[in-house]
């Protein structure tokens, strides 16, 4: 079986995969604008991505390719319907970085509210500002963070919030007994969650019904003194009413590691309004990326091609409906 990596992979997963007696090329620098040719050449039977997109217009000059596997959670960066509609099956590594998103999370409130990176910042400039600084910084202990979206990210943030003693407030399409049953937590309407929370963080999937999920209106119902936190996806917030927003007062601050201008992966600048207001954290979309999350996120994709190779079975198939509408 062929197996063509085309991103970053942990030597572990490359090993096992070697291991499996795949056929293995491994071109971590590829991009987007040559995949198409790599498929090509390389026609491989399973095709690894992690952040290169996968468009239809690359599915198209697929040869034998009937297995893509993005090694991570979110898949809306691989054409799923179009893959499906072609009888090339997607598959993905759900939960296997989802400590690593939910700490992220949890190092943004932080930052947020003590103004770590700012403070950094005047101490590297050789400044000493103790009296401006110390007024900063509300607390979290007792504080109510608002979740939208209680999966498995969501959860796990809850419960490290609930161990440095906030109040959580929930908003999910369906209820979460693990919070539910929790004297400190309750579902609420999105409506109240805006308005009551003291932080407000983003887990909900990428897709038509929570793009701009985050918008001048919902932004308008939120605390003065509030924070918003994104680790999700960029398309889910409007990041020009963000940046009006953290302009005018709005709210107090906001922390992204996603964005709606994101760069591509391969790209070595990124230049956005919001990376230069004062109230604004960010990181380089790194919520998935610590080492304990990629070797079980590589662990997972060679557990999926094990069982492809092995019985054609696909393990945490995504467009499952596709495929079955191609095969009637």
Known sequence: MKVLIADKFEQFGIDALTDLGCDLEFQPDLTTDVLADA??????????????????????????????????????????????????????????????VAELAIGFMLALDRRIPQQTADLRNGAWAKKAWAKFGLGLKGRTLGLIGVGQI???VARRALAMEMKI??????????????????????????????????????????????NAETL?????????INTTR??????????????????????????????????KTFSS???????????????????????????ETVRIVKQYKGNGEVLNCVNQDALAATAK
Not at 48 to 67: D, F, H, M, N, Y
Not at 187 to 207: F, G, T, W, Y
Not at 220 to 228: D, K, V
């Open 220 to 228: 308008a119902l939120m605390q003065p003194h509030a924070y918003l």
């Open 154 to 156: 969501g959860k796990l």
């Open 273 to 299: 309004e919001i990376l230069n207001l004062p109230n604004f954290v960010g990181t380089h979309h790194v919520g998935a990326s610590t080492e304990q999350a990629q070797l079980a996120v590589a662990e």
């Open 39 to 100: 498929l090509k050449q390389h026609d491989p039977n399973v095709l690894i991505v992690r952040s290169t997109k996968v468009p239809e217009e690359v599915l198209a000059a697929a040869g034998q390719l009937g297995l893509i596997i993005r090694a991570g959670a979110g898949y809306d960066t691989i054409a799923t319907a179009f893959a499906g509609s072609r009888g090339i099956a997607v598959a993905n590594c759900p939960g296997m970085n989802s400590t690593a």
């Open 234 to 267: 960029g398309s889910v917030v409007d990041q020009e009413a963000l940046v009006k927003a953290l302009k005018d007062g709005t709210i107090a601050g906001a922390a992204l590691d996603v964005y709606a201008d994101e760069p591509k992966a391969e790209d």
């Open 169 to 214: 407030l929930y908003q999910d399409i369906v209820p979460c007994d693990e919070l539910d049953n929790h004297p400190d937590a309750k579902r609420v309407e999105r409506e109240e969650l805006l308005k009551n929370s003291d932080i407000v963080s983003l887990h909900v999937p990428a897709m038509e019904a929570t793009k701009n999920l985050i």
